[in-house]
């Protein structure tokens, strides 16, 4: 980019030289040109540094909103640890014909397991609440809650 401006400059003062033959005009025209490029040159320079004040300001609050990301992700971590790492996937289950008590690892579309201790299968119900099936509000009609009889 300056190349350019050298070349164009020097361009400029020999086309002067060889058009302008009063020296007096001459002088008076390159003490102007040369004070109309110091000029531009002054103002290329401020929106340059301009432009650099702001590019920095920028990069800071860049940094600044990383970091606060940062604290962020890492509170966001904490709480995920929080309330998911200590979540097991295996479930306490009670036999309800031998009272044997054991865990399984199940998911909620697992509708009945087999007792390891007795064979027996046990429905699961992820409806309804386990006190539900005990009690006068109890139907008589399942058949793992020993109530009915």
């Known amino acids: 980019m300056l190349d350019n401006l050298k070349k164009e400059m020097k361009s400029f003062l020999k086309d002067m030289d060889d058009n302008i033959k009063d020296e007096k005009d001459l002088i008076y025209i390159k003490t102007r040109s040369s004070e109309l490029l110091n000029v531009v040159m002054d103002e290329i320079d401020n929106l340059i540094n301009y432009k650099e004040d702001r590019l920095n300001a920028i990069i800071k609050k860049q940094e600044q909103e990383s970091k606060i990301i940062k604290e962020l992700q890492e509170k ?74």
């Open 76 to 149: 966001i971590d904490n709480v995920y640890e929080d309330i998911y790492e200590d979540i097991e996937d295996d479930f306490q289950i009670s036999c309800p014909y031998c009272g044997n008590e054991f865990d399984a690892d199940i998911d909620e579309e697992l509708e009945e397991i087999v007792c390891p201790e007795c064979g027996n299968i046990i429905e699961l119900d992820w409806n309804g609440n386990p006190d539900d099936d005990e009690g006068p509000n109890c139907g008589g009609n399942c058949s793992h809650c020993n109530g009915c009889e």
